[in-house]
């Protein structure tokens, strides 16, 4: 089992900046791939970015490629993700993920463990 615990979320003026957390607890974090997903008012949950176990694997959805920035740090099993450059239809509940793999997958269904998410607001 992977417990997976996101923070970070709040409200900020468009073009601002964001950064979210996710704390793992569990099995062990470095085998598993991460990823953020986001769901949008009335908007299926989609792939914000996910990252293999070692992090020299990303990928990004185009939304958010060139302003957003995965990290993760195993040693201290988290995961973070940088947000700059917000825009009001970032507005969102941002979900930190965890795979029982250590490959990254853009699909939801592959994703094992969920945390409770965090919402996103950006104002306009």
């Known amino acids: 089992q992977v417990q997976l615990v996101e923070s970070g979320g709040g409200l900020v003026q468009a073009g601002g900046s964001l950064r979210l957390s996710c704390a793992a607890s569990?099995?062990?974090?470095?085998?598993?791939?991460m990823g953020w997903f986001r769901r949008a008012p009335g908007k299926e949950r989609e792939l914000v970015v996910t990252?293999?176990?070692?992090?020299?694997?990303?990928y990004y959805a185009d939304s958010v490629k060139g302003r957003f920035t995965i990290s993760r740090d195993n040693a201290k099993n988290t995961v973070s993700l940088q947000m700059n450059s917000l825009k009001p239809e970032d507005t969102a509940v941002y979900y930190c993920?965890?795979?029982?793999?250590?490959?990254?997958?853009?699909?939801?269904?592959?994703?094992?463990?969920w945390g409770q998410g965090t919402q996103v607001t950006v104002s306009s």
């Open positions: 993920a965890a795979r029982s793999n250590p490959y990254s997958s853009r699909y939801t269904y592959q994703y094992d463990y």
């Open positions: 569990g099995r062990t974090f470095s085998s598993n791939a």
């Open positions: 990252v293999n176990w070692s992090g020299d694997t990303i």
